[in-house]
């Protein structure tokens, strides 16, 4: 059994690897651009989060659970899988990881590269309504969270793994429809360390609402209508 420090280290590390890969592949695919070549592009982003969160929930999930995500994590607590002081000290290191990870970025990447495109930081595209962006942003959580519950949480279920395979490729589905709309965040995390770095908070509170929101549902709906727990508690 993991202790909490070692499970936090993990959350930590997960995220920050998330973070510096999906947020250095839009980077990267810019330096491309801007340098006259074809960049990885959508397809290219959305694989390199994909490939982070696939690798890193398969390398920590035995420790942590493998949530890197404070929108996974609050499917775990609405569910009473976890306690409120044990979720918000999951989101810490979470959101510590992202920002540690967009300063890192910010610190290896040229200064024109990451400013043209903000270190990656989502953003909703111009023509795309507030309201719309945040439901968006919800339903593609509620995606992920439900994919993890089947995967990572049920035991009857014969896919646990290859939970991280999973989830990576809804991540990357999820980039295919969203990115240009929203940039398909899911996770605060992945918002709030490149918009710190960047200092770019145009519509920063629709990745948290959206994501949050999306996330606390599908958890308790898999786990009220799967599981059939009724939201009890573990001990139950």
């Not at 967009?102 to 930081?121: C, F, I, K, N, S």
């Amino acid at each position: 059994m993991y202790k909490l420090p070692q499970k936090l280290t993990a959350e930590f590390l997960g995220t920050f690897v998330l973070i510096f890969i999906g947020a250095g592949s839009i980077c990267a695919d810019q330096m491309i651009r801007a340098s006259g070549g074809s960049g990885p592009g959508l397809l290219g982003i959305a694989v390199a989060h994909g490939l982070a969160l696939a690798i890193m929930v398969s390398a920590v999930g035995h420790i942590s659970g493998g949530h890197l995500n404070p929108a996974v994590t609050i499917g775990f607590w609405v569910t009473r899988r976890m306690d409120a002081m044990e979720t918000l000290l999951y989101w810490a290191a979470q959101l510590a990881g992202g920002i540690a990870a967009a300063y890192t970025l910010r610190g290896v990447m040229p200064e024109d590269v990451w400013r043209a495109v903000r270190l990656g930081t989502p953003t909703i595209a111009s023509d795309f309504p507030v309201m719309s962006a945040m439901i968006l942003e919800a339903l593609l959580t509620f995606f992920l969270v439900t994919v993890v519950f089947a995967t990572a949480v049920d035991e009857r279920g014969a896919f646990g793994k290859i939970a991280g395979f999973a989830i990576g490729l809804t991540i990357t589905m999820d980039i295919l429809v969203g990115g240009p709309l929203t940039g398909a965040a899911m996770n605060p995390a992945r918002t709030l360390g490149p918009a710190l770095a960047s200092t770019t908070w145009i519509g920063h509170g629709v990745y948290w609402v959206g994501p949050l929101f999306g996330g606390a549902v599908a958890g308790a709906l898999y786990d009220v209508v799967f599981l059939k727990r009724g939201l009890a508690s573990p001990q139950e």
